[in-house]
């Protein structure tokens, strides 16, 4: 972490939720709360953690890189 008001403070969270707009937000027409809770749910329980090959963890899913350490 860095000092209070660093700028490295979200930097890993703001990251996400910019993967999250794109690849979900800006794609779909979301009408109500609970469709978008239900929605994002999915893709971070369906797609997110099982699916997509993430850098920092050697291009890993997030499953299989829990599952190997």
């Known amino acids: ?3 209070q ?6 930097a890993r969270i703001e990251l996400f939720h910019s993967v999250l ?7 779909e027409k979301l009408k109500t709360h609970k469709q978008a809770k239900k929605r ?3 893709y971070i ?5 099982r699916k997509r090959i993430h850098y920092a963890i050697g291009y890993f899913t ?4 829990e ?3």
Not at 21 to 27: A, G, I, M, S, T
């Open 40 to 42: 994002f749910f999915e």
């Open 21 to 27: 707009k794109k690849e979900l937000v800006y794609l």
């Open 67 to 69: 599952r190997t350490y």
């Open 5 to 10: 008001r660093g700028c490295y403070d979200n």
């Open 45 to 49: 329980t369906c797609f997110y953690n």
């Open 1 to 3: 972490m860095s000092r």
């Open 62 to 65: 997030s499953n299989e890189y």
